[in-house]
Nanobody, 115 residues
Framework: QVHMVESGGGLVQAGGSLRLSCAASGSISTVNNMGWFRQAPGKQRDLVARISTGGFTYYADSVKGRFAISRDNAKNTIFLEMNSLRPEDTAVYYC?????????WGQGTQVTVSS
């Protein structure tokens, strides 16, 4: 069994910063891509950023230059450093991990950016 635990969400003013983390634990053989999606009320869940085992990254256009994804392979953990936050970044952020042949999701963490 695999467990995904997220932390780091909260309330911040526009222009501020937050750091999210997500750790995978349990019966794990191979961890491939890991990343973050977000879902605002009434909207679909969209990919924010992802990172490969080798460190290759992808960012949605809306967060390029403001967000940075990183990972600690030894701890099966990823991080999302979010800077220059905007009200439109408000959403529930979900981490995911492709582990062995399945995809696992975190429970979600709320990020609220006030104007």
């Amino acid at each position: 069994q695999v467990h995904m635990v997220e932390s780091g969400g909260g309330l911040v003013q526009a222009g501020g910063s937050l750091r999210l983390s997500c750790a995978a634990s349990g019966s794990i053989s191979t961890v491939n891509n890991m990343g973050w999606f977000r879902q605002a009320p009434g909207k679909q869940r969209d990919l924010v950023a992802r990172i490969s085992t080798g460190g290759f990254t992808y960012y949605a256009d809306s967060v390029k230059g403001r967000f940075a994804i990183s990972r600690d392979n030894a701890k099966n953990t990823i991080f999302l450093e979010m800077n220059s936050l905007r009200p439109e970044d408000t959403a529930v952020y979900y981490c995911y991990a492709n582990i062995d042949i399945r995809q696992y999701w975190g429970q979600g963490t709320q990020v609220t950016v006030s104007s």
